[in-house]
């Protein structure tokens, strides 16, 4: 601008929060928005108001109910939310009436003589911060489209305005009756409301009490927040998909370490005989083997038992002993196998194979002592024993595996059952909870 | 930038024009409409007071749009049954003229443009679609406005309207046109949505309390 410019002494005055009378009852009402607000609801009265009239005329009236709401943030009070300063201006409260339950809503009109209207939004605890859309959302039956994401349909339901406070940025009334429809992707959700042929489409994004008490600096404490909201941000921060990804990467790792110590195994058999066992035998049922050499380091031994049993049991109480210093591991084994026909078909139980992991043996010259024990219906059956040394063992992977395994699924299941809730509330509850019910949306 | 100072017919004071194409615009000690014709200013009309409101913007309000610097040098003021808009005239420091509505609060700035086959507005209707410079509209909403006064400088003669109407269109990219019924041919503008703090607005009104 140059210096030619000539003092503009058409400026109109410094705009100035207007107080003037009620109409109706003559108690003060203040203008907080600087005329931009279309109506006003005395306090006192409770006549609402065409704020946009010099004289206030009075557009409707309405009763005052048995029990007065009282706005949780009180109209006139000044917070700082995402960086600007807002106003309390208007309140009220809405319900929906879904399956003939009532669920009401309060909404708070914010407002800044430079950013305009905003708008917050309470029920049960859980806060929106709402503005209206700038851009406009494309709308696909079931799903919303809005700045490039995608929002879920969550809800439509018949919203009705039953009591009002102070100034709106519309024309509202009590007894209206507007459908809203909300789409939700935690924590943003999108809200078209259909009154009178006209759409309005509002942004929210979820905000915790805390927040809002801190914004406004409200004494106190926020009230609790009851179940779980539409679009209140899953307490699962994590995401699952990522966690299983990790999940899997360890998985892969683990798999790998078993399949080199697979490999790094020697799985040597230093040990194998077959033995005939007789009903008419007499004697001591307890035998010993021959000899055999464990050599190189301490490892695992595997002790593998193979008997033809069909529909049998039988049992070897063995003992691994140690022909130098008498160390001995004492075991019992069961090979047995059984399988018929019942009403359900075929079954069978147990097999012919039977194998057992004795962890850190030390090298050295052993020898085995076996006592069996046969089924009575059992009057001879051969087996054979044989002995492997520096088998690898899985047993411990398993452990780990379900120990990684555990993260990942109880943050899953936390994420479902808080998704489970979300979604219960909504026209499309998950299936076990849809107690025939089944109207889909239109 | 060229300033061509003349005196107001009416009432002699000093009429200054900061936009060179301007060619109307509004005396502001007397509030007369003075038209420029090819020797001097000729009134055309008087302004009755414009109504009070509270837009944050005012004439001299100077911000930043497209990396250009604007001016805010003219605006019309317009009501409808939901209260009143303002079309701020800004002078683009390349010299262009554009236009930053202002309703309730909610910005957007629009250019100027040229298209064949306007619809008639009888013709066009809530939710049909219009194509134009490669983007696709969707009608939101028409309003029957009234006029209600001009202020400043203004890039055509705009003084003896009573009801317009205005055909407002939108798209999911936050883009925005106008279909402009003011005169028999309608004009068109084209622009976007605006947020408040990205156009750097300078020269403000204050707001008592604020």
């Given at each position: 601008?140059?210096?030619?410019?000539?003092?503009?002494?058409?400026?109109?005055?410094?705009?100035?929060?207007?107080a003037?009378?009620c109409?109706?009852?003559?108690?003060?009402?203040?203008?907080?928005?600087?005329?931009?607000?279309?109506?006003?609801?005395?306090?006192?009265?409770?006549?609402?108001?065409?704020?946009?009239?010099?004289?206030?005329?009075?557009?409707?009236?309405?009763?005052?109910?048995?029990?007065?709401?009282?706005?949780?943030?009180?109209?006139?009070?000044?917070?700082?939310?995402?960086?600007?300063?807002?106003?309390v201006?208007?309140?009220?409260?809405?319900?929906?009436?879904?399956?003939?339950?009532?669920?009401?809503?309060?909404?708070?009109?914010?407002?800044?003589?430079?950013?305009?209207?905003?708008?917050?939004?309470?029920?049960?605890?859980?806060?929106?911060?709402?503005?209206v859309?700038?851009?406009?959302?494309?709308?696909?039956?079931?799903?919303?489209?809005?700045?490039?994401?995608?929002?879920?349909?969550?809800?439509?339901?018949?919203?009705?305005t039953?009591?009002?406070?102070?100034?709106?940025?519309?024309?509202?009334?009590?007894?209206?009756?507007?459908v809203?429809?909300?789409?939700?992707?935690?924590?943003?959700?999108?809200?078209?409301?259909?009154?009178?042929?006209?759409v309005?489409?509002?942004?929210?994004?979820?905000m915790?009490g805390?927040?809002?008490?801190?914004?406004?600096?409200?004494?106190?404490?926020?009230?609790?927040?009851?179940?779980?909201?539409?679009?209140?941000p899953?307490?699962?921060k994590?995401?699952?998909?990522?966690?299983?990804v990790?999940?899997?990467?360890?998985?892969?790792?683990?798999?790998g370490l078993?399949?080199?110590?697979?490999?790094?195994?020697?799985?040597?058999?230093?040990?194998?005989?077959?033995?005939?066992?007789?009903?008419?035998?007499?004697g001591?049922?307890?035998?010993?083997?021959?000899?055999?050499?464990?050599?190189?380091?301490?490892?695992?031994?595997?002790?593998?038992?193979?008997?033809?049993?069909?529909?049998?049991?039988?049992?070897?109480?063995?003992?691994?002993?140690n022909?130098?210093?008498?160390?001995?591991?004492?075991?019992?084994?069961?090979?047995?196998?059984?399988?018929?026909?019942?009403s359900?078909?075929?079954?069978?139980?147990?097999?012919l194979?039977?194998?057992?992991?004795i962890?850190?043996?030390?090298?050295?010259?052993y020898?085995?002592?076996?006592?069996?024990?046969?089924?009575?219906?059992?009057?001879?059956?051969?087996?054979?024993?044989?002995?492997?040394?520096d088998?690898?063992?899985?047993?411990?992977?398993?452990i780990?595996?379900a120990?990684?395994?555990?993260?990942?699924?109880?943050?899953?299941?936390?994420?479902?059952?808080?998704?489970?809730?979300?979604?219960?509330?909504?026209d499309?509850?998950?299936?076990?909870?849809?107690?025939?019910?089944?109207?889909?949306?239109? | 930038?060229?300033?061509?100072?003349?005196?107001?017919?009416?009432c002699?004071?000093?009429?200054?024009?900061?936009?060179?194409?301007?060619?109307?615009?509004?005396?502001?000690?007397?509030?007369?409409?003075?038209?420029?014709?090819?020797?001097?200013?000729?009134?055309v009309?008087?302004?009755?007071?414009?109504?009070?409101?509270?837009?944050?913007?005012?004439?001299?309000?100077?911000?930043?749009?497209?990396?250009?610097?604007?001016?805010?040098?003219?605006?019309?003021?317009?009501e409808?049954?939901?209260?009143?808009?303002n079309?701020?005239?800004?002078m683009?420091?390349?010299?262009?003229?554009a236009?930053?509505?202002?309703?309730?609060?909610?910005?957007?700035?629009?250019?100027?443009?040229?298209?064949?086959?306007?619809?008639?507005a009888?013709?066009?209707?809530?939710?049909?679609?219009?194509?134009?410079?490669?983007?696709?509209?969707t009608?939101?909403?028409?309003?029957?406005?009234?006029?209600?006064?001009?202020?400043?400088?203004?890039p055509?003669?705009?003084?003896?309207?009573?009801?317009?109407?205005?055909?407002?269109?939108?798209?999911?990219?936050?883009?925005f046109?106008?279909l402009?019924?003011?005169?028999?041919?309608?004009?068109?503008?084209?622009?976007?949505?605006?947020?408040?703090?990205?156009l750097?607005?300078?020269?403000?009104?204050?707001?008592?309390?604020?």
């Open positions: 601008m140059s210096a030619g410019t000539p003092p503009l002494s058409g400026v109109p005055p410094k705009p100035q929060v207007k003037l009378n109409p109706q009852c003559g108690a003060a009402i203040i203008l907080r928005s600087f005329g931009q607000a279309e109506t006003v609801v005395c306090e006192s009265c409770r006549s609402i108001l065409d704020a946009k009239d010099p004289k206030l005329a009075i557009l409707q009236q309405f009763e005052k109910l048995t029990s007065d709401v009282h706005p949780l943030i009180p109209l006139g009070t000044r917070g700082k939310l995402r960086g600007t300063d807002y106003e201006i208007g309140f009220q409260r809405r319900h929906a009436t879904v399956e003939g339950i009532s669920y009401p809503w309060h909404e708070y009109v914010l407002f800044n003589p430079y950013k305009g209207f905003r708008y917050l939004s309470e029920y049960n605890g859980h806060w929106n911060d709402i503005s859309c700038k851009q406009l959302p494309t709308d696909d039956h079931g799903s919303a489209n809005y700045l490039g994401e995608t929002y879920r349909h969550f809800q439509t339901s018949d919203a009705d039953d009591f009002v406070l102070g100034e709106f940025s519309w024309q509202v009334r009590v007894g209206e009756r507007a809203v429809t909300d789409y939700v992707h935690p924590p943003r959700v999108l809200s078209c409301e259909l009154l009178d042929k006209e309005t489409w509002s942004a929210g994004e979820y915790y805390r927040e809002i008490w801190d914004a406004f600096k409200l004494p106190g404490g926020p009230p609790e927040a009851q179940g779980v909201y539409e679009n209140q899953s307490p699962v994590t995401n699952v998909t990522a966690i299983w990790v999940f899997a990467a360890f998985a892969i790792v683990l798999l078993m399949m080199s110590f697979d490999m790094l195994a020697k799985k040597e058999q230093v040990f194998q005989q077959s033995f005939s066992w007789h009903r008419d035998d007499r001591e049922p307890s035998f010993v083997t021959n000899g055999f050499d464990l050599g190189g380091r301490t490892s695992t031994v595997q002790i593998r038992t193979n008997a033809p049993v069909d529909n049998h049991w039988i049992y070897l109480n063995y003992a691994l002993i022909d130098d210093t008498g160390q001995a591991w004492d075991f019992g084994r069961e090979v047995s196998y059984y399988h018929g026909y019942d359900d078909g075929s079954w069978s139980d147990g097999g194979n039977d194998t057992v992991v962890p850190s043996v030390p090298s050295g010259h020898f085995l002592r076996i006592e069996p024990e046969m089924d009575p219906t059992l009057s001879s059956i051969p087996y054979t024993v044989s002995v492997t040394r088998v690898p063992v899985f047993g411990i992977y398993g780990a595996f120990v990684l395994l555990l993260p990942p699924l109880l943050i899953s299941w936390r994420a479902y059952t808080f998704e489970r809730s979300r979604w219960s509330e909504s499309h509850p998950p299936m076990q909870l849809s107690s025939g019910s089944s109207e889909d949306d239109d | 930038m060229t300033q061509p100072v003349a005196n107001c017919p009416n002699g004071a000093k009429i200054v024009f900061r936009w060179s194409s301007s060619v109307q615009t509004v005396c502001e000690y007397c509030k007369s409409i003075l038209v420029r014709t090819d020797v001097d200013l000729k009134k009309g008087q302004v009755a007071d414009l109504p009070p409101d509270a837009s944050p913007i005012q004439l001299s309000t100077e911000g930043i749009y497209g990396n250009k610097a604007f001016v805010v040098v003219g605006r019309i003021v317009y409808y049954d939901q209260g009143a808009w079309e701020w005239h800004l683009m420091n390349d010299g262009a003229s236009w930053l509505s202002d309703a309730q609060e909610e910005y957007a700035v629009s250019f100027s443009a040229k298209a064949p086959n306007l619809p008639p009888a013709k066009v209707e809530v939710g049909e679609l219009f194509s134009w410079n490669g983007q696709r509209y009608v939101s909403v028409i309003t029957p406005a009234h006029y209600r006064g001009v202020e400043g400088e203004l055509f003669q705009y003084w003896d309207k009573t009801d317009v109407t205005f055909v407002d269109l939108r798209n999911e990219m936050g883009k046109a106008t402009d019924y003011s005169d028999p041919e309608p004009a068109l503008y084209l622009g976007e949505f605006v947020e408040f703090d990205d750097k607005l300078k020269n403000l009104r204050s707001f008592e309390g604020w």
